[in-house]
């Protein structure tokens, strides 16, 4: 069974600086997608960012990149230049043939 | 307004109730799926579907139902609630043919007293 590890449940930013998220997965797959969702107080969950795993480029979206590591299975997110509406739970996900798998989650505060 | 809807966003019932969380998409996806988020859990898999009535477990199905008539709406039963139901319940769908990105609605807050 896939897992998911995210090691970090709180970490804290101030405004315009750059902050690396962790997340850590398990799985005999070789095809697969990893995603970073954000989830502020809303609730609502929000894709950030997605890689494939045949890919050996990181993906990059705006502020949000990532460094996948697929020999060492990690995934992690780093948010540069990071803004108060950043400020959310991010919940890193592995997925294979149809499921996703959640980590437990990091909650992000970015101050001013 | 097309999407993904749930309802009720919030419920609140007694235990040993029966309680029914709706989920409806206008894409006409093919697959959709009901997690629980949990604090120190992240999102956990209840059940999902393929298509209209299919469906199969998920990594924590016990004590709900699933049923999918229709492509569109995929309603989530507590048949007897527990107090440890109480949760916050996501309802996703996502097409056979994307690069497997699912879309999810706003959530269902429900409490069991």
């Known amino acids: 069974a896939q897992t998911v590890t995210q090691s970090q449940p709180e970490m804290s930013v101030q405004e315009a600086e750059t902050v690396t998220l962790s997340c850590t997965y398990d799985t005999s797959e070789s095809n697969y997608y990893l995603f970073w969702y954000k989830q502020p107080p809303s609730r609502q969950m929000i894709l950030v960012i997605r890689?494939?795993?045949?890919?050996?480029q990181n993906a990059t979206e705006n502020r949000f990149s990532v460094n996948f590591q697929k020999a060492a299975k990690s995934f992690s997110l780093k948010i540069s230049d990071s803004q108060l509406g950043d400020t959310a739970m991010y919940f890193c996900a592995f997925r294979g043939f149809q499921k996703l798998v959640f980590g437990t989650g990091t909650r992000l505060l970015v101050s001013p | 307004d097309a999407g993904i809807t749930q309802s009720p966003r919030y419920k609140i019932t007694e235990t040993g109730r029966q309680v029914t969380l709706m989920c409806h998409q206008t894409?006409?996806?093919?697959?959709m799926f009901w997690y629980r988020q949990d604090l120190g859990h992240g999102l956990r898999l209840i059940y999902y579907s393929a298509a209209a009535d299919i469906t199969d477990k998920g990594e924590v199905p016990d004590g709900y139902v699933v049923s999918r008539s229709k492509t569109e709406n995929f309603p989530l039963t507590l048949e007897s609630a527990t107090r440890s139901q109480t949760s916050v319940y996501f309802c996703?769908?996502?097409?056979?043919?994307?690069?497997?990105?699912?879309?999810f609605g706003p959530g269902t807050r429900l409490t069991v007293t």
């Open positions: 996703a769908s996502t097409s056979r043919d994307s690069a497997y990105e699912q879309y």
């Open positions: 894409w006409s996806h093919s697959y």
């Open positions: 890689q494939e795993a045949y890919k050996q």
